[in-house]
């Protein structure tokens, strides 16, 4: 299969590839769009068939849901139900994040097709702020099932190009909408009586979402959130993290990459290097997050040495994608 890439630049562009996705995705076909966090990987979320493609796409195993995204705010009760209980806490999370980088995971209702939930009795919903995803995903009328247009525990797609080098020749359609704005994937929130547990953290911190309700930490034990797995967003090259990167010393004769924070000097036998924001912004740092772990993983390193960040605000969700990139 042809992977083609739509342009979005100029009006006429951007109306063409949003009626070829459409068409694309009413015939049962996948097709890749910009979100605000990273690239998705879309199709029907109504349709078994249509959200097999995903899965064999991706290379995800079955065990891992799919998020789901609604062309408008109707369809969370077509979907999903809305306990009595948690109703004020839910309409007021969506009230002031939605559309956005916010994912919210409620009982799920028989229409949705189990594949989509990997079996659970939950889904989780979002709703997109992209100019172009919401345009699909309105003019297709019905919510669209859309991951990360990677393939399976990879690193995210952040630009057009990115998703080319994961699925060319496995997807008929990329849309070009540029880089995207957040850079890391939603956060996701399991809202129930008042309290409010963060399965994922995203682009809406834990600071934001505190004013909303008590915040409840993941206990330990199995894993409610199946895609959390310890090891994802993974570069081909080894990765460490270093929490003073000015302690490293290079092994002689190796090739090792920075990825940094701080403006701390580093040791100049780093063969490459990339900083993730050049005056301490988080939301900077974050947008170049998987852009820049690309780059690195493309330079023919033995080691990327990514320096720690600090753990508040957005630093958090920073963090917890380089623990899932780190191996050796
Ligand atoms: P991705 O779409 O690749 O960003 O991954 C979606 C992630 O959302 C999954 O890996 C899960 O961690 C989470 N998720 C999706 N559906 C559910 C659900 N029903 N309950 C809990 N977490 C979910
Ligand atoms: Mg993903």
Request: some cysteine.
């Amino acid at each position: 299969m042809k992977t083609e890439i739509a342009a979005t630049g100029t009006p006429n562009e951007k109306a063409s590839a949003v009626r070829w996705a459409v068409a694309l995705l009413q015939s049962g076909e996948i097709a890749a769009l910009p979100t605000e966090t990273v690239y998705g990987l879309a199709a029907d979320a109504l349709s078994a068939t249509a959200v097999v493609k995903i899965f064999e796409t991706k290379e995800r195993p079955r065990f891992d849901p799919l998020i789901v995204h609604l062309p408008e705010l109707a369809w969370v009760e077509r979907v999903a139900v809305i306990e009595e209980n948690a109703r004020p806490l839910i309409e007021r999370l969506i009230a002031k994040f939605w559309p956005g980088p916010l994912t919210i995971v409620l009982p799920r209702r028989e229409i949705v097709p189990s594949i989509v939930t990997a079996g659970l009795e939950t889904i989780a919903l979002r709703m997109s702020a992209h100019p172009i995803f919401s345009e699909v995903v309105r003019a297709f009328g019905g919510p669209l099932a859309a991951p990360s247009a990677n393939r399976f525990g990879r690193i995210s797609p952040t630009a057009a190009a990115h998703v080319m080098e994961e699925l060319s020749g496995r997807i008929p359609l990329i849309v070009d909408g540029g880089p995207t704005e957040h850079g890391i994937e939603s956060t996701v929130v399991a809202p129930r009586h008042g309290v409010i547990e963060v399965l994922r953290s995203g682009p809406i911190t834990r600071e934001e979402l505190g004013k909303f309700g008590e915040m409840r930490s993941r206990g330990s034990g199995a894993p409610e959130s199946p895609g959390q797995l310890p090891s994802h967003y993974r570069p081909q090259t080894p990765l460490v993290i270093a929490d003073d990167i000015t302690q490293i010393a290079v092994p002689h004769g190796q090739r090792f990459g920075a990825l940094l924070w701080s403006d701390q000097p580093f040791s100049e036998s780093f063969m490459e290097s990339r900083r993730l924001s050049t005056t301490g912004n988080l939301r900077e740092a974050a947008a170049n997050l998987f852009r820049q772990l690309r780059e690195l993983d493309h330079s023919g390193l033995d080691c990327i040495v990514a320096e720690a960040l600090p753990e508040e605000g957005l630093g958090v969700a920073i963090m917890d994608r380089l623990r899932r990139a780190a191996h050796w």
